[in-house]
């Protein structure tokens, strides 16, 4: 067993502990830092470009995603595909620790949306639809310094992280007209990695630390890597469609809780060589795979749309999820709210509230072949955090144009924070999050 001065003590547990949290009560500390917003939305650049008010709306083959009885207003086959551009920018600073301020970019370019969509009529009109939906995202990265200077301590530490990965569902969906003003669609959502796409996510914590204690010349480097793999689970999203009059239509959708299945495997590795007059190495490792539940919250949303014309829409949706029920479980058996790493029974993690508004104008050619529509709404979009949720909000614009059976839509989304409380990811900080999206979209009618 290697020994080393009772003076040291301190500064490895420190070190060990203190920058990564990783352990708590005997077992990892648990936490799920997705970087787009957390609440379930749908897709589409059109919803999008609307600031996602589009529960009442769903008149498009994304509506598999947003409410699914509006696919029963499609009266042909088509299929879309929607391509997703993000840019985002988190600025961290502390006041307490100037050093530790940076900023960290990152953006993608992927596949958000796919479709297929065919209605027909047996006894009733309905519609048939198979989609694929990438809905949360996981990448961010950022370095920051991290200075120790008293009790004999003068170290600096040199800390990366970097987060990647992302999760999406098969979704099979239908609708059907009860009656004229009234029909119901209902997804079932397939959460696999076994189709083309990998359903996970990793973070990855590398850290150098250089500097002396009591004048001994000490070097640390820490590695840590955390894993979550084979996210597996089904739920649902059940719609309502309910057309009041000719101006006026109420939607509502539900999306279930359910149970995901999830594989995990933590590795850490820390080296401590200390230098004369100690001249002693010190090596800590752990390795950990478990079988871990994570409980996906309910969430639920009512939309309003107001049809003034032929070609202009205005839309309100409001949205609950209930993130106090989000908890993920480890092999042992203990329960942790994946918003903040606690034990389930000390955290204080507040459902979150959606609201968003938009609308849409359309330019209609005399011949009725060309359609250029133009699209905007903001959105207030709130992440759960330990205690009050932080306020998010954003602004959103599209365009695009029809013709004959081609729609191209696009969309900019811009969303928001201000001094977010980040010190989940760096003691004592709190950044300003940017998040720019882009997203196009092709509609075929067929």
Avoid at 8 to 17: E, G, M, R
Avoid at 49 to 57: D, L, P, S
Avoid at 226 to 254: C, M, P, Q
Avoid at 350 to 363: C, K, M, N, P
Wanted: hydrophobic share 40%; net charge negative.
């Amino acid at each position: 067993m290697i020994k080393y001065p009772l003076y040291l003590i301190p500064f490895f547990l420190v070190t060990l502990f203190c920058p990564t949290k990783q352990l708590q009560s005997a077992t990892l500390f648990q936490e799920v830092g997705i970087a787009s917003s957390p609440n379930p939305v749908g897709s589409g650049a059109r919803a999008i470009g609307m600031g996602g008010a589009f529960i009442a709306v769903a008149d498009d083959s994304t509506a598999a995603s947003w409410n699914p009885a509006g696919l029963i207003q499609l009266e042909r086959p088509e299929a879309s595909i929607v391509g997703e551009y993000f840019y985002r920018k988190e600025k961290f600073s502390s006041d307490d620790r100037p050093e530790i301020d940076n900023t960290g970019t990152v953006d993608d370019l992927n596949l958000n949306y796919l479709s297929a969509t065919y209605p027909f009529h047996f006894y009733r009109n309905m519609v048939v639809s198979l989609n694929y939906q990438r809905l949360y995202d996981f990448k961010r990265k950022f370095d920051h310094r991290f200075d120790i200077s008293s009790g004999g301590l003068d170290i600096i530490q040199n800390k990366k992280f970097k987060q990647d990965g992302y999760l999406a569902a098969l979704g099979l969906a239908a609708a059907i007209e009860i009656t004229p003003k009234i029909s119901f669609g209902a997804t079932l959502n397939i959460w696999t990695d076994q189709l083309w796409w990998d359903n996970e996510w990793d973070e990855k914590f590398n850290e150098s630390a250089d500097g002396t204690i009591n004048g001994v010349p000490v070097t640390i480097n820490t590695k840590i890597t955390d894993e979550y793999s084979k996210f597996r689970g089904i739920n649902a999203n059940f719609g309502l469609l309910f057309n009041l009059n000719k101006y006026l239509t109420l939607g509502a959708v539900i999306k279930t809780p359910f149970e995901a299945s999830i594989r995990h495997e933590f590795s850490f590795v820390q080296t401590q060589e200390f230098g004369p007059p100690v001249n002693d190495t010190i090596i800590s490792q752990q390795t950990i795979k478990e079988d871990v539940d994570l409980d996906m919250p309910l969430s639920y949303g009512l939309g309003l749309s107001l049809r003034l014309s032929d070609a202009f829409t205005i839309a309100a949706d409001v949205y609950r999820t209930h993130w106090s029920d989000f908890i993920l479980r480890d092999s042992r058996g203990n329960k942790f709210s994946p918003i903040d790493g606690r034990p389930k029974n000390e955290s204080n993690v507040d459902d979150t509230t959606q609201v968003r508004i938009g609308g849409e104008y359309l330019f209609i050619s005399q011949s009725k072949d060309i359609v250029v529509p133009v699209r905007a709404g903001f959105f207030y979009d709130p992440e759960p955090a330990e205690g009050d949720p932080e306020d998010f909000f954003g602004i959103a614009v599209g365009s695009g144009i029809g013709y004959k059976q081609f729609i191209f839509d696009a969309a900019y989304q811009f969303r928001w924070g201000k001094d977010i409380d980040t010190e989940n990811l760096i003691p004592t900080s709190e950044a300003d999050i940017y998040q720019h999206t882009f997203l196009t979209s092709v509609i075929i009618h067929f």
